[in-house]
């Protein structure tokens, strides 16, 4: 455990913890259509409040760029005009989304005569602990509104006056439609002794999901007594066999690569068959040191590259969340199954080959959250997949796995009817 934990009632974890846990206890019986209310405010007050949310992003760009990120670190940070316009649409997009709250999942009927019903219900409170992107303050509320379920959220200091502002827009949507702002709570103090705190508030916190990098997702592991949905990590592959399209192959791993290396669905290794090695880095290599992306190489390749950095251990274990990336080749399908069975993080792996058995025996031996046959990994996203957003792409298996919409916000209970049956 990094620390020892000692509950104190009067601290702003505690009070914000057992304020929203309340709140939920009316809120998990919300119409849609008053969910849906609430959602259309949200989206019409991001535009109304653009300047304003951009202005507090600057402040912590600004101090994020003394500090010394990286440009790939403020990327993630960043908001601009066409990025809030989406975060506005995404809200809208929710909306336009079925309620999955109050279905009944199934329905039997026992020999005894008792009828039962299996109903889809909200998880209580959900508590997101993440870094930089602020964009998570809205799509984890969103669809927290919209499931009925109430969210603490904890994000980063470096996007603390971004969070702070933007939560402030969700609790007067709320207001503005009278529903209770304990709702959506967030944690304005950034010490890491109050992120230690609310892994442990039980009692008021039903589920936990952390989002960023493997540092603190294994710190929420270590320390949190509530239970967790590991998300993000993503050490994804693609395997070019000997069958591949090149020029596909190309493309799809400078989309991997290139089009946002700070985000978890980046390829952060290429494995190469040996047989077309040659032919393919021949015109890979060139464009991807087009793009400044800086390659780490096995030793074979390194024989014919020498200006290129030689890989170690490391690199195969890296999530880089930058612009670079570590090449190696292998002999046959059976290796790169094995290379990305060793070193995976189960979050997404594609194979870009000609070869259907070969595409299935990748499909079915990888035990990963997203596999795919001929594209590019970046496709592992909420919006991609049709869910509008996301709260996490769950890389367990437990409760959730992969891009986490409405329905991965839900649990289920029983409703037993009978006549007056006893065992």
């Keep these: ?26 809120f998990q019986l919300t119409s849609s259509i008053d969910k849906n209310k609430i959602l259309f405010t949200l989206s019409n007050l991001i535009l109304e409040y653009q300047e304003e949310i951009l202005e507090n ?35 809208l997009d929710i909306i336009k989304l079925e309620d999955p709250i109050g279905q009944i999942i199934e329905t039997f009927i026992r020999p005894n005569g008792l009828e039962i019903h299996k109903k889809r219900v909200p998880l209580g409170v959900i508590a997101i602990i993440y ?18 379920n109430c969210v603490i959220l904890r994000g980063g200091k470096e996007a603390i006056n971004t969070n702070i502002y933007l939560t402030s827009l969700i609790k007067n949507a709320l207001v503005l439609n009278n529903f209770n702002p304990d709702v959506v709570q967030i944690i304005e103090n950034t010490d890491r002794k109050l992120a230690i705190e609310l892994m442990h508030m039980n009692q008021f916190i039903d589920v936990l999901i952390p989002r960023g990098s493997a540092s603190l997702i294994n710190t929420v592991l270590e320390n949190s007594t509530i239970p967790v949905i590991e998300t993000g990590v993503g050490n994804c592959h693609i395997f070019v066999d000997e069958t591949a399209d090149l020029q ?11 089009q946002r290396p700070s985000v978890c669905n980046a390829v952060e290794t290429v494995l190469v068959h040996k047989n077309i ?14 793009n400044q992306v800086e390659l780490y190489v096995s030793n074979d390749i390194l024989e014919n590259y020498p200006n290129l950095i030689q890989a170690t251990e490391d690199d195969w274990n890296t999530e880089y969340l930058d612009l670079k990336l570590a090449i ?23 194979i870009i080959t000609q070869n259907q058995i070969n595409a299935e025996r990748f499909m079915n031996e990888i035990d990963s959250a997203a596999l795919y046959h001929n594209a590019s990994t970046r496709f592992t996203d909420g919006y991609e997949f049709g ?20 329905k991965e916000l839900t649990s289920y209970k029983y409703l037993i009817y009978g006549d007056g049956q006893i065992r």
């Design 131 to 148: 870094e930089s992107r602020p964009n998570v303050t809205i799509d984890a509320s969103i669809l927290a509104i919209k499931t009925g």
């Design 277 to 290: 090695s040659e032919q393919l880095f021949e015109i890979l290599i060139p464009s991807l040191l087009e």
């Design 328 to 350: 190696k080749t292998v002999n046959n399908i059976d290796e790169a199954i094995k290379h990305i069975q060793t070193y995976s993080t189960k979050h997404s792996e594609s």
């Design 387 to 406: 869910f509008e957003a996301e709260i996490g792409i769950s890389t367990q298996k437990l409760h959730a796995r992969g891009p986490m919409g409405l």
């Design 1 to 26: 455990m990094e620390h020892s934990f000692i509950e104190n009632k009067h601290s702003e974890v505690y009070v914000k913890s057992k304020a929203c846990k309340a709140a939920s206890i009316n």
């Design 248 to 258: 596909m192959a190309k493309s799809i791993i400078l989309n991997a690569k290139v």
């Design 57 to 91: 992003n600057l402040l912590d760009i600004n101090h994020a760029k003394s500090l010394g990120y990286t440009n790939s670190q403020l990327d993630r940070l960043s908001l601009d005009e066409k990025r809030i316009e989406q975060l506005s649409k995404s809200v």
